[in-house]
Every structure is written in C-alpha cells, then in structure tokens.
C-alpha cells in the first residue's frame, strides 16, 4: 500500500469512528435524560458511565479497534484504586473507560477542550477536569483549580469509584513521554488510595493523531499496586520530598513496560548545555504576532486607518512574490517611528494578556516542559519585534529571545533595526548565543514553521517542524525530522 493510500485509510476509518461516536451519542441522549429521571440523584452519574462504556466499546468495535489486555488480575473490583496511565493519543481515555466500566471516573482537561456533543455527557458522568497552567486559567475559567480537582476526585475516591488519570496532563504530540505532573501522588496520598500504572502501547500507531485510525490492537499493562505512604487524610499539601518520590516511583514502573521508542531523548540529556530553539510565529503562536498587534493597535484608534491598511497592502505584495519579505518588514516597522517605549511596552502586554495567549500552540507547552525539567536553556529564535517577543519569553521562562530589536531615541523608537532576525540571521544569532554560553548544539533542539528557518533548524542535532509550510515538511520528511503538524 502506498503512503497515500495508507493516509487516506486512516482518514477514512478515523471520520467513521468520530462519526460512530456522535451519532450513538445523540441517538441515545435524548433517552436517557428521560431515564434518568427514575433513577435516585446519587446513581445517575453512574447510569451515563455504564451507556457511555457501551457506546465506547461499541464505537471501537465497530472499527475494528481490539484491546489485549496484560495482567488483567491488577485490575480491582473490590475497592477503589488510581489507575495512572501514560497519555500516547487523544482515545485514551475511552479505551481505559472501555475496559474498566462504570466504576471508574475520569479526571481531565477542561472539559472546554472536548467537542460540545461530549461535554454534556462528561458532566453528567461526574468527570473531574483541572485547570492544568495559565493557558487553561485564561481559556477555561469554569474548570477547576488544581486544588478543587484533587478535592473532588478525594471525594470520588471515597464514594467507592476508582479513578482515571493521566499524569503526564497531555497527549504525546511526539509519541514520546511527557513530563510527571505530581497530581496523582496527592492524591493518592490525600485519599490514601493505591496506584495502579497503566502502560498503553501501540497506541500511537493505531491512533497517530486526531484525524487517522489504523485498525489494530492497542496492549494495555496493568502493574501490580502502589501504596502510598501513610498521611493524614484529605490534605492537598504534602512533604515535597515524598510527592516526588511516589511520582517517580509510579513513573520508573509506567516506563519500565514502554517500548524504547516512546522514551525521549530528553531523559539521557539532563543537561544546562542543552539548548531549545523555538520560533514564535505559526510554531508557538497560531498566526501572525505584529500583524495582530498593528490590527490591535488599529481597533484602538493608536494607528491610522492608512497606515494599517498599507501594511495589510504590503503583506498582499509578499504573498504574491511582488515584494520581499525584508522589504516588508523593514517598511512595516517605520509604523513604530515616534512611539514611546514604555507605551507601546503597554499596550502590548495587554493584547497579549487578552487576546495572544488564547491563541498559543497549546500542543507545545508540555514539550517545552519537559525541556525545562531538563535543565535544558530555552531560547527564543524570532523575527518578531523585541516587546512582543518579551511576552512570550516570559509566558514559557526562557532565557532569553534573540529578536528584531529595535533603535531608540529618547526612549522613542526610531523605526529602524540594526538587526532583523531573520534566515540566516537567525542562524548567526544561534551560534553566537551558542558559543557565549558552552551550549552544545549537537545535542541541542529546535522548533519551527517556515522553510525560511532552515538555515537554524539546520544547526541542531534534533530540529522539529512545526505546522509547516510545504517545502519545509518536504525537506523534514527526506531528512526524517521530527514533524509536528498540528500543534495546536
């Protein structure tokens, strides 16, 4: 089978197993808001998990999805346990809802998150979602703080139900592991509630992403329990040290069932020589961050109608190849000319607090993360203008951003930039940031969008395309990069 054919097998199956999905969910919806009526408040919740399991099991069945379940005995019925589990596609959840049953309540990610057809449902079945950072602070106001979400689940827990979680908090955009986050272990330590780990595999295979299924068995491995150490009860604050303990122990017994190619490379290269390079726009930011400020700016009456009107023109002339990208830029940043530094330092911090955090390539944050917990130095690699790319430096803890910095008068910008990072620049930049700092760049990643960044992708031992333009995932896919093509 080719590689075109064998992708639009995986689209087919993966719009007939979504389709399968809404359409047993709004058939039976209607049903059970009438049967639930019959039932006593406190069990309803368990009504909507016992359909929501036979809509599942029947979704996976339907295409051809098998699970081989390993060591089947450490599942428990007689009480409640965590099952904590690795997070390699975005059905986890359902398969281990699937094999678990109706006893089991899933805690996730802001329900904000999930198609409107599955929000209803995932309420009325009781689910615990989280706020998991300040992304979901600004997007998901109406889910709950990560103390709220221990709480509840605490609560859960001790009701009888047993409990869903995925430690890592994200899918593996990479089919590699993520990060611990250490909620788990607070919990379990809270509740005082055993942790049984769930190593899934294969299932990055049989769900790659979002859009394919390739129907096949995914192996799910259920260990033998963990005991969490002795605390007082229904507490959320524990000992640092034993939190990290138990997050690692139920890390080490996850991975020991991994296949080696789930294992970043992040876990040999713990190391502050390590360097993370990562464009801005289109790779961390889903757009474009200056023309979004000038439109900003714009809507608040700080520009003339002109002058964005003629920057929005010159954006025309480059996509039609009528006018170079420099140029562009070079000319878009006379609109600065007379602006006040402190000013303009405003009104950006407020677009971005607004309006650009909203629109951050979420699927990222986890991977930077891992960077981080790492040690590894995280660096800004960007065209963007120096105040804007601030906000992001700040927002994910980078070192540092090399940027288009702009000339100043009299705490006035001149317009003008002695340095637009941009090609090749960037690429300069990368090694002179390299060589001050001892970082070496043959153990070193970037990140990035445009085939423009080529020349500072090219730099690093381990460059990933990010949403990429089509010359670029032509040239990531020859050189087997790592390719991320949805990274939102």
């Given at each position: 089978?080719?590689?075109k054919?064998?992708?639009?097998v995986?689209?087919f199956h993966?719009?007939m197993m979504?389709?399968?999905?809404a359409i047993?969910?709004?058939?039976t919806?209607?049903?059970?808001?009438i049967?639930?009526?019959f039932?006593p408040?406190?069990s309803r919740?368990?009504?909507?998990?016992r359909?929501a399991?036979w809509?599942?099991?029947?979704?996976f069945?339907?295409?051809?999805?098998?699970?081989?379940?390993?060591?089947?005995?450490?599942?428990?019925k007689?009480?409640?346990?965590?099952?904590?589990?690795?997070?390699?596609?975005?059905m986890?959840?359902?398969?281990l809802?699937?094999?678990?049953?109706?006893?089991t309540v899933l805690?996730?990610?802001?329900?904000?998150?999930?198609?409107?057809?599955?929000?209803?449902?995932?309420?009325k079945?009781q689910?615990?979602?989280v706020?998991?950072?300040?992304?979901?602070?600004?997007?998901f106001?109406?889910a709950?703080?990560?103390?709220?979400?221990?709480?509840?689940?605490m609560?859960?827990?001790t009701?009888?139900?047993s409990?869903?979680?995925?430690?890592?908090?994200?899918?593996?955009l990479q089919?590699?592991?993520?990060?611990?986050?250490?909620?788990?272990?607070?919990i379990?330590?809270?509740?005082?509630?055993?942790?049984?780990?769930?190593?899934?595999?294969?299932?990055?295979?049989?769900?790659?992403d979002?859009?394919?299924?390739?129907?096949?068995?995914?192996?799910?491995?259920?260990?033998?329990?963990?005991t969490?150490?002795?605390?007082?009860?229904?507490?959320?604050?524990?000992?640092?040290?034993?939190?990290?303990?138990?997050?690692?122990?139920?890390?080490?017994?996850i991975?020991?069932?991994?296949?080696?190619r789930?294992?970043?490379?992040?876990?040999?290269?713990?190391?502050?020589?390590?360097?993370?390079?990562?464009d801005?726009?289109?790779?961390?930011?889903?757009?474009?961050?200056?023309?979004?400020?000038?439109?900003?700016?714009?809507?608040?009456?700080?520009?003339?109608?002109?002058?964005?009107?003629?920057?929005?023109y010159?954006l025309?002339?480059?996509?039609?190849h009528?006018?170079?990208?420099?140029e562009?830029m070079?000319k878009s940043?006379?609109t600065?000319?007379?602006?006040?530094?402190?000013?303009?330092?405003?009104?950006v911090?407020k677009?971005?607090?607004?309006?650009?955090?909203?629109?951050?390539?979420?699927?990222?944050?986890?991977?930077l993360?891992?960077?981080?917990?790492?040690?590894?130095?995280?660096v800004?690699?960007?065209?963007?203008i120096?105040?804007?790319?601030?906000?992001f430096?700040?927002?994910?803890?980078?070192?540092?951003?090399?940027?288009?910095?702009?000339?100043?008068?009299?705490?006035?910008?001149?317009?003008?930039?002695?340095?637009?990072?941009?090609?090749?620049?960037?690429?300069?930049?990368?090694?002179e940031?390299?060589?001050?700092?001892?970082?070496?760049l043959?153990?070193?990643?970037?990140?990035?969008?445009?085939?423009?960044d080529?020349?500072f992708l090219?730099?690093?031992?381990n460059?990933?395309?990010?949403?990429?333009?089509?010359?670029?995932l032509?040239f990531?896919?020859?050189?087997d990069?790592?390719?991320?093509?949805?990274?939102?």
């Amino acid at each position: 089978m080719t590689s075109k054919m064998h992708e639009k097998v995986g689209r087919f199956h993966g719009f007939m197993m979504h389709l399968d999905l809404a359409i047993l969910t709004m058939a039976t919806l209607p049903f059970l808001l009438i049967i639930e009526k019959f039932y006593p408040k406190q069990s309803r919740h368990r009504l909507w998990r016992r359909v929501a399991t036979w809509i599942i099991r029947s979704m996976f069945s339907l295409n051809g999805v098998t699970f081989k379940i390993k060591n089947s005995h450490n599942i428990k019925k007689d009480k409640p346990v965590i099952y904590a589990s690795n997070h390699p596609s975005n059905m986890d959840g359902f398969m281990l809802i699937a094999i678990l049953g109706a006893d089991t309540v899933l805690f996730t990610a802001p329900l904000g998150q999930f198609p409107s057809v599955l929000r209803p449902w995932l309420r009325k079945m009781q689910a615990v979602d989280v706020r998991r950072d300040i992304i979901d602070d600004k997007n998901f106001p109406d889910a709950h703080s990560k103390k709220q979400a221990i709480r509840l689940a605490m609560r859960h827990l001790t009701d009888g139900n047993s409990l869903i979680v995925f430690p890592e908090g994200h899918t593996e955009l990479q089919h590699v592991l993520h990060y611990f986050h250490t909620g788990v272990a607070r919990i379990a330590m809270g509740s005082h509630t055993p942790i049984v780990p769930v190593s899934i595999i294969n299932a990055d295979r049989v769900f790659p992403d979002g859009h394919r299924v390739y129907p096949s068995s995914v192996l799910v491995n259920f260990g033998t329990e963990i005991t969490p150490p002795k605390t007082i009860k229904q507490k959320t604050s524990f000992p640092k040290t034993q939190v990290l303990k138990l997050r690692k122990e139920l890390e080490n017994r996850i991975v020991e069932n991994l296949p080696t190619r789930e294992i970043p490379v992040e876990y040999k290269h713990k190391s502050k020589k390590v360097g993370v390079f990562i464009d801005i726009d289109r790779t961390l930011y889903a757009g474009l961050s200056q023309k979004d400020l000038i439109t900003w700016l714009l809507m608040l009456h700080k520009i003339k109608s002109e002058e964005a009107f003629r920057i929005f023109y010159w954006l025309f002339l480059e996509k039609t190849h009528q006018m170079g990208h420099q140029e562009l830029m070079r000319k878009s940043l006379l609109t600065l000319k007379g602006w006040d530094v402190a000013e303009l330092d405003s009104y950006v911090h407020k677009l971005f607090k607004e309006k650009m955090i909203k629109r951050f390539q979420y699927g990222l944050y986890p991977i930077l993360k891992d960077h981080a917990e790492q040690n590894h130095t995280i660096v800004l690699v960007s065209e963007v203008i120096h105040p804007l790319a601030q906000e992001f430096k700040k927002l994910i803890k980078a070192r540092t951003s090399l940027d288009t910095f702009l000339e100043t008068n009299h705490h006035c910008y001149t317009g003008e930039t002695s340095c637009l990072c941009y090609k090749n620049e960037k690429a300069r930049l990368v090694d002179e940031f390299a060589q001050k700092n001892n970082i070496d760049l043959s153990r070193s990643f970037a990140y990035a969008d445009s085939y423009s960044d080529l020349p500072f992708l090219s730099k690093v031992k381990n460059p990933t395309a990010v949403n990429p333009d089509d010359k670029l995932l032509d040239f990531a896919v020859d050189h087997d990069w790592s390719v991320i093509l949805d990274a939102s």
